[in-house]
């Protein structure tokens, strides 16, 4: 029987990939992943998605002001770059000689490390 709860979403993009936007304010950027929010089904790339958080000055943080952050965007969003063309690609996974899952691209059929 299937779990029905607590179940791990699977996703094509992992942290340290570069990925480019293929929707929203930012489309055509492209960037390194920082964070995976696998639950949230949201990641944070470099450079994409500058939000402004604004900090009171308090006793243990005196020099307030407003700082500039990555913040979280759908994995929907993003799509992985091919590292061996440049481009953005779709993602297939398929088992190697020894069993293991590895993910490839679809473009060109390389695998992705």
């Known amino acids: 029987m299937e779990r029905k709860f607590n179940k791990q979403p699977?996703?094509?993009i992992r942290k340290g990939d570069t990925v480019q936007v293929i929707a929203g304010d930012d489309k055509g950027k492209s960037g390194k992943v920082l964070e995976i929010q696998a639950v949230k089904n949201r990641a944070v790339v470099e450079g994409i998605?500058?939000?402004t958080k604004h900090t009171k000055p308090s006793a243990g943080k005196p020099e307030g002001g407003?700082?500039?952050t990555e913040g979280t965007i759908n994995i929907?969003?993003?799509m992985l770059v091919d590292?061996?063309?440049?481009?953005p690609t779709r993602v297939g996974r398929k088992k190697d000689a020894e069993g293991n899952l590895q993910r490839f691209a679809?473009?060109?059929g390389e695998?992705?490390?």
């Open 10 to 12: 699977k996703l094509n």
């Open 49 to 51: 998605a500058i939000v």
């Open 66 to 68: 407003i700082k500039k």
């Open 76 to 78: 929907s969003n993003l």
């Open 83 to 87: 590292p061996a063309s440049g481009k």
């Open 106 to 108: 679809k473009k060109t």
């Open 111 to 113: 695998i992705i490390k």
